[in-house]
């Protein structure tokens, strides 16, 4: 009769180790580790930590500034800021589900501290699409099964798939899981207009086509614009996984995460068309014209070709920096031909991108009417960073100029009066 007690006895001393052993990371230094690796790149943030006697959980009293509170004692506060743009409702949104998730981490015993950090983003992600908990663990699941589906290839080739989830859809069928497991999942699904619909439990039901988008300048790589009007409507969230290997991640009509180099990006739109680029409201530029320009860098920033695009403030003051036979109305410039207008509003997405993928700069004044394109700049030597870099540099003196890296993140840098400084970073 000693065995069974004895087994007992053990269990209980197992029991009390695991209550009582250490949770969470040692202290608020560490956690602020945490919050700055996931979210200054997420949200292109400059993160500080700042102590208050008081803390609001979530106030906005500057749009530039969102602030959490972080475990163990829940007195340190994080306060993340950036000059522009200001946080939308969509980022401030994400910030409170990763303020909750990152509680929940607190809980997470010590020794698993290490690789569960990797999934407080994921959860924060899946919590700021989801009506309740419940659903908000499908769509964890949902982004963590494609997340390793990204790697695979089928005959040699990564694979690509379209993925929409319908959380208002209560239907069964078999689990994304099993049905990514099938020898011909990779074939489904991956066509630009053809996506699979999964329901509220992670069930996949079918293969759906997805229709046309109108809007020509609809905020989503021109291959994802399908996918992304698919999200349009209330309690929709859509992934696609890209043969590049990236993973996007569509909400209210638009891009708004991708997952490249195994690091979240946001990209905060919305934000950036309602934010002025320039100082006074005389110079600021027409919706219409940053929509267009906003649309034809995700496109450049999806296909990877690098790009560098200027805004001129004064047309005839940025002449300056640019050979006289790269303007788009000198004499002889055979591109103004083939593209047929002096307006970059009037061309079609994929005309845009071939003009930015071209070497050198692309420049137009603040009405969208094309100065310039594939300009090799005149720049000042001994500029830190690559040929693009020191081109959007010496642009920004003049307006605005735009970086776009051949690995996609997207950098707008200003001028204010001799100095330079960044307006906006996203993807």
Same mark, same amino acid.
């Given at each position: 009769?000693?065995?069974?007690l ?7 001393k197992r029991?009390?180790? %695991?209550t009582?052993? &250490? ?6 230094? &560490?956690?602020?580790s ?6 200054e ?5 400059r993160?500080?930590? #700042? ?15 969102v602030?959490? $509170?972080v ?10 800021s950036?000059r522009?743009?200001v946080y939308s409702?969509?980022?401030?949104n @994400?910030v /409170? ?5 990152l509680q929940?981490? *607190?809980?997470v015993?010590?020794?698993f501290?290490?690789?569960a950090?990797?999934?407080v ?5 899946a919590? $700021?699409?989801?009506?309740?908990l ?9 982004i963590?099964?494609m997340?390793?589906?990204s790697?695979?290839t089928?005959e040699?080739?990564?694979v690509? =798939?379209n993925?929409c989830?319908?959380l208002? %859809?209560t239907?069964?069928g078999?689990?994304l899981?099993?049905?990514?497991? &099938?020898?011909?999942a990779p074939?489904? *699904?991956? *066509?630009?207009n ?7 439990d992670g069930s996949?039901l079918r293969?759906?086509? @997805?229709?046309?988008?109108h809007d020509? &300048?609809a905020?989503?790589?021109?291959p994802?614009m399908?996918?992304?009007?698919w999200t349009s409507?209330p309690a929709?969230i859509?992934m696609? =996984?890209?043969r590049s290997g990236?993973m996007y991640v569509f909400l209210g009509g638009? %891009?708004?995460l991708v ?7 946001a990209?905060?739109?919305?934000? @950036?068309?309602d934010?002025?680029?320039f ?5 600021q530029? #027409? /919706?219409?014209v940053?929509?267009a320009?906003?649309a034809?860098l995700?496109d ?9 695009l +200027?805004?001129a ?6 002449k300056?920096? =640019?050979e006289s036979?790269? +303007?788009?109305?000198a004499a002889?410039?055979?591109? /103004?031909?083939?593209f +047929?207008?002096?307006s970059? %509003? ?8 071939e003009?930015?993928?071209?070497d050198g700069?692309?420049?137009l004044? $603040?009405?969208?009417? =094309?100065?310039?394109?594939g300009?090799i700049l ?7 960073? *690559?040929?693009?870099?020191?081109a959007?540099?010496?642009l920004? #003196?003049?307006?605005i ?11 707008? @840098?200003v001028?204010? +009066?001799?100095?330079?400084i ?6």
């Amino acid at each position: 009769m000693s065995q069974p007690l004895q087994d007992v006895e053990t269990i209980q001393k197992r029991i009390a180790a %695991l209550t009582h052993q &250490e949770v969470g990371l040692a202290n608020s230094d &560490e956690y602020f580790s945490l919050v700055r690796d996931d979210l200054e790149d997420v949200l292109g943030s400059r993160a500080q930590m #700042k102590q208050r006697r008081q803390f609001v959980p979530y106030q906005r009293p500057d749009p530039r500034t969102v602030s959490i $509170r972080v475990p163990p004692d829940g007195r340190r506060v994080i306060e993340l800021s950036r000059r522009a743009p200001v946080y939308s409702s969509n980022e401030a949104n @994400l910030v /409170r589900a990763y303020a909750r998730a990152l509680q929940r981490f *607190g809980d997470v015993p010590r020794e698993f501290t290490t690789t569960a950090s990797e999934d407080v983003l994921t959860r924060a992600i899946a919590v $700021r699409t989801s009506p309740n908990l419940i659903t908000a663990k499908i769509v964890e699941t949902a982004i963590q099964t494609m997340v390793r589906h990204s790697s695979r290839t089928y005959e040699g080739v990564r694979v690509a =798939i379209n993925v929409c989830m319908d959380l208002s %859809l209560t239907d069964t069928g078999i689990s994304l899981t099993s049905f990514l497991r &099938e020898p011909w999942a990779p074939l489904l *699904g991956s *066509g630009l207009n053809s996506a699979i619909l999964v329901s509220a439990d992670g069930s996949v039901l079918r293969v759906i086509s @997805l229709d046309d988008v109108h809007d020509e &300048e609809a905020l989503a790589p021109e291959p994802f614009m399908r996918v992304a009007g698919w999200t349009s409507q209330p309690a929709r969230i859509a992934m696609s =996984i890209s043969r590049s290997g990236e993973m996007y991640v569509f909400l209210g009509g638009e %891009l708004w995460l991708v997952r490249r180099n195994s690091h979240w990006r946001a990209f905060p739109l919305s934000s @950036l068309l309602d934010a002025g680029w320039f100082g006074t409201s005389k110079q600021q530029i #027409k /919706r219409p014209v940053k929509r267009a320009v906003l649309a034809s860098l995700i496109d450049a920033s999806a296909a990877h070709h690098g790009a560098c695009l +200027g805004i001129a403030l004064e047309p005839t003051s940025v002449k300056a920096v =640019i050979e006289s036979q790269d +303007g788009w109305t000198a004499a002889g410039n055979l591109r /103004r031909g083939m593209f +047929g207008t002096d307006s970059f %509003l009037i061309l079609s997405r994929r005309h845009r991108l071939e003009l930015l993928s071209m070497d050198g700069a692309t420049v137009l004044d $603040r009405y969208g009417y =094309i100065l310039a394109s594939g300009a090799i700049l005149r720049v000042r030597g001994g500029q830190p960073g *690559g040929g693009r870099s020191a081109a959007a540099r010496t642009l920004a #003196k003049y307006g605005i100029g735009i970086k776009v890296s051949q690995d996609g993140p997207i950098t707008g @840098l200003v001028g204010s +009066g001799s100095h330079v400084i960044q307006h906006f970073a996203m993807g």
